[in-house]
Structures are given as structure tokens and as C-alpha cells.
Nanobody, 124 residues
Framework: QVHLIESGGGLVQPGGSLRLSCAAP????????RAWFRQTPGKEREFVAG????????GYADFGKGRFTISRDNAKNTIYLQMKSVKPDDTAVYYC?????????????????WGQGTQVTVSS
């Protein structure tokens, strides 16, 4: 069982920046693909960004291109989501997910393990 722990959420003003982290302290082998998703009440969970196990391949939803950057530090079993120029529409619970392979996908079904989520609120 992989335990994913998100952190870094909070309240941020429009135009500001925030960095989310997702640690997997119990993982000792296999750096599998991970991703960030987000969800607001009444809506389905949507893909934000994904990263391969090596970190060499990344992908973003259109709304995140140019504003969000996903990265990973495999020595720390941690991935990050750097968010800049945030907008009120970015307000959501952000979830970290991990799959069973090395290539990321954009669907929630591509992932087996999920964190509990961290709230991001963009408001002045």
C-alpha cells in the first residue's frame, strides 16, 4: 500500500504562487508515474499535470500550461506542483495520484493510489 501525503495548500491571492508537495514516505522501490488532479464540489476530478517515473516526461492540462510546473525528487520520493499566476478558478482540492507504471496518463483510472487532498483557495 502506497501512502501519499500532500501538503502546501492554503489561501493565496490572485496572481500569487503556491507550491504543493506529495510525499510517499513508505515507498522504497520503483519510482512510478504520478500526477496531480483537482476537484471542486459537484464536478468530476480533473487532470492537472503528470510526470513519468524518471521525471523526463511531463504533461499538463491546457489551463495549467505556462503557469504550473510539475517536478519530482526521487531521492525524496516526492513530487511537486509549482503554481504561479493563480486564478480564482484554480480553487479546488488538489490530489496526488500514483500509478503502477512509469508513464503518466491523463485519466483518473490510470492511477491506483490517491492522497487525501489539499485545499487550494485563490481569493483576495
Amino acid at each position: 500500500q502506497v501512502h501519499l501525503i500532500e501538503s502546501g495548500g492554503g489561501l493565496v491571492q490572485p496572481g500569487g504562487s503556491l507550491r504543493l508537495s506529495c510525499a510517499a514516505p513508505r515507498r522504497t522501490t520503483h519510482n512510478y508515474a504520478r500526477a496531480w488532479f483537482r476537484q471542486t464540489p459537484g464536478k468530476e476530478r480533473e487532470f492537472v499535470a503528470g510526470i513519468s517515473g524518471s521525471g523526463r516526461s511531463t504533461g499538463y492540462a491546457d489551463f495549467g500550461k505556462g503557469r504550473f510546473t510539475i517536478s519530482r525528487d526521487n531521492a525524496k520520493n516526492t513530487i511537486y506542483l509549482q503554481m504561479k499566476s493563480v486564478k480564482p478558478d484554480d480553487t479546488a482540492v488538489y490530489y496526488c495520484a500514483e500509478g503502477d507504471g512509469y508513464n503518466y496518463g491523463a485519466g483518473a483510472g490510470d492511477y491506483t493510489y490517491w492522497g487525501q487532498g489539499t485545499q487550494v483557495t485563490v481569493s483576495s
